[in-house]
């Protein structure tokens, strides 16, 4: 186990896990926790939050959880949330930019605002954040352990599918390509850069399509592995990524889709006869 932990141990680091109540979010603040870290939770509903830091502590991980109200919707609520990072800690190993919002319409109603909204929360705020919170990864930062940032992308970044979420497929589009640029802009800082590119994992934004396991094994029937993702999925990715195992990765998109970025056609040229 000696050599396990220390591949993949996040004992004593710090982190923040915006949109860390539910979901992805949550899901990655409790792989962090249990592996030793100290992790700081927000979203918009504080209340939400601090249930879900309740939760996880309860069952004793080799961390904790943390939880705050933050809104990264707004300039003035990413500068608070900035404010309250900086007096928890003075300096932040892992910083995992989850928060996100989606919007879904046809095609020939979707909206104009809802560009401007869905860009400014999935892509603006997430550049904007990043950029401030840089100083306090780079006082946790070295050579042979870097910063880590994990920005959550989509498998609908990766493939051109949209399902009525036009906005949405873009900005996570962006956000893989944003991730890319920033890890060769925050090397020589030593920060590294990833993105999570998921398929459909259980979460508030995916209740909709996921919500019942009836629903949940519909849309893994989609799937070339034959399910939606779960929880281990993501943990394993994250501890994967922050631990010294991780360590020399930097502008990787990682798919979490189950095959889904690698699908095919089945029959591409089956008309031609």
């Known amino acids: 186990m000696a050599y396990l932990d220390n591949l ?5 680091k710090v982190a923040l896990v915006t949109g860390g109540a539910t979901g992805i979010g949550r899901m990655i603040a409790q792989a ?16 939400a939050c601090q249930v879900t830091a309740d939760e996880i502590n309860a069952g004793a ?17 990413i ?3 900035v404010a309250e990072v900086q007096g928890c800690t003075a300096k932040l190993d892992i910083l995992v930019n989850n928060a996100g919002i989606t919007w879904g319409e046809p095609y020939e109603t979707f909206p104009m605002e809802q560009w401007t909204r869905i860009m400014d929360v999935n892509v603006g705020a997430m550049f904007t954040l990043t950029r401030d919170l840089t100083p306090l990864l ?15 992308g989509s498998v609908m970044g990766t493939l051109p599918l949209a399902e009525g979420a036009y906005s949405y497929t873009m900005s996570k589009a962006a956000v893989h390509h944003m ?16 993105a999570f590119a998921p398929g459909p994992f259980p979460s508030k934004m995916t209740r909709f399509a996921t919500g019942t396991a009836e629903k949940a094994e519909k849309v893994g029937a989609g799937v070339p592995l034959g399910r939606i993702g779960a929880a281990e999925d993501i943990a394993g990715a994250t501890l994967y ?4 195992a991780g360590a020399y990765v930097s502008g990787a998109i990682l798919p ?12 591409l040229f089956a008309n031609a006869h």
């Open 32 to 47: 962090l926790a249990e592996g030793g870290a100290t992790v700081m939770i927000c979203s918009r509903k504080g209340d």
């Open 241 to 244: 990524l922050c631990g010294k």
């Open 79 to 81: 500068a608070a949330l």
């Open 8 to 12: 993949f141990s996040v004992q004593g």
């Open 138 to 152: 780079v006082a946790a930062s070295s050579d042979a352990d870097p910063a880590r940032i994990i920005n959550i």
């Open 61 to 77: 991980p080799a961390g904790r959880v943390e939880s705050f109200a933050a809104d990264v919707s707004t300039p003035d609520g």
């Open 256 to 267: 979490l889709d189950g095959g889904m970025s690698v699908q095919t056609p089945a029959k």
């Open 179 to 194: 991730t890319k640029t920033l890890a060769g802009e925050l090397a020589g800082k030593r920060i590294t850069v990833n």
